[in-house]
């Protein structure tokens, strides 16, 4: 069974893997690079950034400390 996410869910998830896209970036990783480092499959990690992941809170915990910012700084979606 396939989730439906509203425009605005679609949105967030969209600028949520934009974020996690441009913050990886500017911490010198590649996609595959930081995969590995954060213990997640590199085609997960491109899901994510390409906005269609619903991410579970412990992935979200990863990404952060890989990022080594807080939870709550990864989630500052403008």
């Known amino acids: 069974m396939k989730n439906t996410y509203s425009k605005q869910d679609k ?5 949520f893997g934009a974020r996690v896209r441009a913050l990886r970036k500017q911490a010198g ?6 995969a590995l480092e954060i213990g997640l499959d590199r085609t997960y990690m ?3 950034e390409r906005g269609e992941r ?7 915990r990863k990404i952060a400390r890989g990022l080594k910012i807080t939870e709550s700084e990864l989630l500052k979606v403008k």
């Not at 949105?11 to 600028?15: D, G, I, N, P, V």
């Not at 990783?29 to 930081?34: K, L, R, T, V």
Request: charged content about 15%; cysteine-free; overall charge negative.
């Open 11 to 15: 949105k967030y998830l969209q600028q």
């Open 29 to 34: 990783f590649s996609q595959e690079d930081f």
């Open 46 to 48: 491109g899901g994510v």
């Open 54 to 60: 619903n991410l579970a809170l412990l992935n979200i």
